[in-house]
């Protein structure tokens, strides 16, 4: 068990659900979706369908839609919360693969406007690995935490940007016509601030496992959820929990037959005394593939169910993973 536990103490989210991530696990509680033609068509001259938050200005560049809805998610996190308090923290933000280019503006100094207190660029870390990069910040997060320094982790992502559309269509993996095992590209930012306090938690990390897959969609190799179960194992490990222990479950999964097929696997060689339910929250069926953020959406609409009392019960473990093997666990517990 870890000796040096770490709380969520506060959360915000943005995505095409909500601006407030009370509001948005609502929508997807309920199975609002918001997704539509985006205008845009692939090689073969087919509608892509996409999730788009409609707040923002027609006049910000897709690769700069990440940034806006960072802005949304740590305005949300900060209101009423009192960062400006905070002594120094640390930040680690995952971001998708083509953020932070040349024309965008200095993160530290965005980060210092949107939090109200000073953000130094040298304690800002940046992870590009995907939903994996989400659970890898949070981890650093907690190590943080664990130093005697507060934390805010944020993930931050948009998939509505050329580069990302023709990747995903080069690779036939968009939900079109004639390819019904395809995601819908979206987008979404959540943010949590972590400390060593259990006052008024939300939750509590219990712990954090990570591992490689060596079946890719890209080779050969036959699928059998090494990376899922290692990481899981590990995180449980950590926390001092039995799978069967759990109540639910979290994941990335987008709508790809090859993560709901790892998701099988992964539970067939996990648990070790029988469960009747095990239920899996997917994120994904109503935001669509939110990329970096998707593993943090998952987390927060698990402190949302045990907020809001709908949650199957009071421990949840989450999975997340980049496309290029990399696969990340996190247990997390209700701090009620």
């Given at each position: 068990m870890n000796e040096r536990p770490t709380f969520v103490r506060a959360a915000g989210m943005a995505c095409p659900l909500g601006l407030t991530w009370p509001a948005a696990c609502a929508a997807m509680r309920a199975g609002i979706m918001r997704k539509s033609f985006s205008g845009r068509h692939d090689d073969e001259g087919r509608e892509i369908v996409a999730s788009r938050?409609?707040?923002?200005?027609?006049?910000?560049?897709?690769?700069?839609?990440?940034l806006e809805l960072l802005t949304y998610a740590l305005a949300d996190l900060a209101r009423g919360n009192?960062?400006?308090?905070?002594?120094?923290?640390?930040?680690?933000?995952a971001l998708g693969g083509s953020a932070l280019?040349?024309?965008?503006?200095?993160?530290?100094?965005?980060?210092?406007?949107?939090?109200?207190?000073?953000?130094?660029?040298?304690?800002?870390?940046?992870f590009r690995e995907g939903a994996y990069g989400g659970y890898a910040a949070l981890e650093r997060g907690r190590?943080?935490?664990?130093?005697?320094?507060?934390?805010?982790?944020?993930?931050?992502?948009?998939?509505?940007n050329a580069r990302a559309l023709l990747a995903l269509s080069q690779k036939q993996r968009l939900l079109v016509e004639g390819n019904s095992d395809g995601v819908i590209p979206g987008e979404a930012a959540a943010a949590v601030l972590l400390t060593g306090d259990r006052r008024n938690a939300l939750a509590r990390i219990c712990g954090a496992?990570?591992?490689?897959?060596?079946?890719t969609l890209d080779n050969d190799v036959p699928l059998r959820a090494e990376g899922s179960v290692e990481a899981a194992?590990?995180?449980?490990?950590?926390?001092?929990?039995?799978?069967?222990?759990?109540?639910?479950?979290?994941?990335?999964?987008?709508?790809?037959?090859?993560?709901?097929?790892?998701?099988?696997?992964?539970?067939?060689?996990?648990l070790r005394e029988r469960k009747p339910e095990f239920p899996l929250w997917l994120p994904a069926e109503t935001l669509g593939d939110t990329g970096a953020a998707a593993g943090l959406c998952g987390l927060l609409w698990a402190?949302?169910?045990?907020?809001?009392?709908?949650?199957?019960?009071?421990?949840?473990?989450?999975?997340?993973?980049?496309?290029?093997g990399g696969r990340a666990a996190v247990v997390i517990e209700s701090a009620g």
């Open positions: 938050l409609g707040a923002i200005h027609g006049h910000v560049p897709p690769g700069q839609r990440w009192r960062l400006a308090a905070l002594e120094r923290p640390s930040v680690f933000v280019d040349r024309s965008s503006p200095p993160l530290a100094a965005r980060l210092s406007q949107i939090l109200g207190t000073q953000i130094l660029a040298e304690d800002v870390h940046i190590a943080s935490v664990r130093d005697g320094r507060p934390s805010i982790v944020v993930a931050a992502d948009s998939l509505l496992g990570f591992a490689r897959e060596p079946s194992r590990a995180a449980l490990l950590e926390a001092g929990l039995q799978a069967h222990e759990l109540d639910f479950r979290l994941s990335d999964a987008a709508g790809e037959s090859f993560y709901f097929k790892e998701q099988a696997l992964l539970v067939a060689r996990l402190m949302a169910g045990w907020a809001r009392k709908y949650a199957p019960g009071p421990r949840a473990i989450g999975f997340a993973g980049d496309e290029a």
